[in-house]
């Protein structure tokens, strides 16, 4: 029996946004993150392991806040205590990143609880019977973050559409590749160097997020 038997429809379909400190150092962050905003994107993580634990406290109130102005959800990677500190709306977890029962335990039923699954069905399956509220599958494509994650196929994504929660899609998806994943019926694209790689976030989060129509997915 699932765990977590609270409705998952405050996780939004659309354009889920992640952030990284290569690409946005803090001085470029907010202005980054709020353009992908304007441009659309409904869900946004923030990713940011080498930074200091008050740098990260900083960046996370200050994307909460932006978060909240523009009805987006604000997801912590990887830091429980960070999420609850600042009350974001959830966490993500990488496959090896903690016990997916626990993390759930401690953030309660009211959080969202995220976790990549790169091509693993079965570890989907078994994450969503422990209380996680979206699974995430790729890389999909050649990624310049994370080269060497496990490939997952598109046949695999349109598999995992019918697992009992939303799913998102990540790896690689720039404005170019999208049209690809058009009736994979995933909830979501994750996009990181795709989105703030580009000169103008605004425009590039405007082309992804007219891929989503308003309770549909691509």
Do not use: W
Not at 155 to 164: D, F, G, I, S
Not at 185 to 204: P, R
């Amino acid at each position: 029996m699932k765990i977590n038997s609270k409705s998952v429809t405050n996780f939004p379909s659309g354009l889920y946004a992640i952030t990284d400190p290569q690409l946005l150092p803090s001085e470029t962050l907010l202005p980054a993150v709020e353009s992908a905003l304007k441009g659309g994107a409904r869900t946004i993580q923030y990713r940011d392991k080498p930074a200091s634990s008050i740098e990260r406290l900083t960046n996370a109130q200050n994307l909460r806040d932006l978060c909240s102005h523009y009805n987006a959800r604000f997801i912590i990677n990887d830091d429980i205590e960070l999420c609850l500190r600042i009350k974001a709306d959830g966490v993500h977890l990488g496959k090896t990143d903690g016990d997916i029962i626990e993390a759930r335990s401690k953030l309660g039923v009211d959080k969202i609880l995220g976790v990549t699954c790169h091509n693993d069905l079965i570890y989907a399956q078994n994450c969503i019977e422990q209380g996680v509220d979206y699974c995430a599958f790729g890389r999909l494509f050649p990624s310049k973050t994370k080269a060497n994650a496990p490939q997952c196929s598109i046949e695999v994504l349109k598999q995992a559409a019918k697992l009992p929660c939303p799913t998102v899609a990540i790896g690689g998806i720039t404005i170019k590749n999208i049209r690809s994943l058009i009736n994979t019926k995933t909830n979501s694209i994750a996009v990181i160097h795709g989105l703030f790689g580009q000169t103008d976030i605004e425009a590039t989060a405007k082309i992804f997020s007219s891929f989503f129509k308003q309770s549909t997915t691509i």
